[in-house]
């Protein structure tokens, strides 16, 4: 089989890593493993395995027919059999097919606000998935909305997963003291709700000033980054809470951390979940989305109610004060990733979802 991926950028966005993390794995599994990003180029560029074939299209507009034309022209020259795109990247793959029909399309949905499915309405991609082969989602609540909504028969739910860690040369050291930095990994977006965890900040500051936290993530430089750097500075917190923006290898800097929290308003399943159990760290979640499905009990990180000030400050005390019960919270987290969420058992599952369809049988 010969697969491209199809992303719209390569800025560190989670549904960009799983369209990098998808072209890696499948590049050791299957004849052929590519990938193309249509608009925009990124940190993630240097997470391309070198067996994968890449593609930069520097689409334009919204119709960039030379886009179009340059897409038909590799996957003509590679022989691609199917375009994996993910998220809005399936505009242009619906135009590719139009000029060369023999192509087969599947669609990634990496939606993240799962919990406002029902307002959710997309002419275009409810015209465009006539003409895909399958569907795939990140969780459940995606799964149910494409097989209502969407014109198309084969949907499956496949988790997200972590590819394999590369390493970095490059020396990234945090700013406050070690054994006592706090992370969230999570672009700038209000439905991660960095706010919350400021607000945290500044009651945990009160008791125990030594400790800090540290976000890494996309900086929009928009309204809502704005609002947020002002509540920090209202608050006094310019020396217990640093911006990094984005980094190529977050595994570089989740090892300077003691604790890894996600105060999410929404969520699908989130790689930042998965990336802090992959590197053992003890996790502090809102219980949104299908993180209960990683999280299933304190033994492996703790949960609270969204935009909850008060147990998200609590449960971050209990770690702080509890240095065993972090590494063992750590530790049990870490397996979960390994047993339930392993790029080998995804993948497989992958293929013989793409095998089972019969129009890839031809």
Known sequence: MRIVQIIDSLEAGGAERMAVNYANALSKEIEFSGLIATRKEGLLI?????????????KKKKID????FAARAYIKKNAVDVIHAHSSSFFLAVLVKCIFPKIKIVWHDHYGISQNLAERKNIGLKIGSSFFEGSIAVNSALKNWAESYLRIKNVVYFPNFIDDIINSQKEFLLKGKDN?????????????NHELLIKTAHLIKEKYPDWTFHFFGKDFQDIHSE?????????????SVFFYGTVDNVALVLKQCEIAVLPSLSEGLPLAILEYGLHKKAVVATNVGQISEIIKSAKEGLLVDSNNLSQFTESLLRLIENEDERVQMGLALHDVVESR??????????????????????
Do not use: G
């Open 180 to 192: 006592k930095r706090i992370i969230c990994v999570a672009n700038l977006r209000p439905q991660k």
């Open 341 to 362: 969420y392993s790029q080998k058992s995804i993948i497989k599952d992958y293929l013989q979802w793409l095998n089972s369809l019969t129009n890839f049988t031809s």
């Open 46 to 58: 240097n997470q391309i395995d070198e067996n994968v074939i890449y593609l930069f299209l520097n």
């Open 227 to 239: 609002k947020i750097k002002n509540l920090i500075s209202e608050l006094k917190l310019e020396k």
């Open 65 to 68: 027919l030379k886009a179009v």
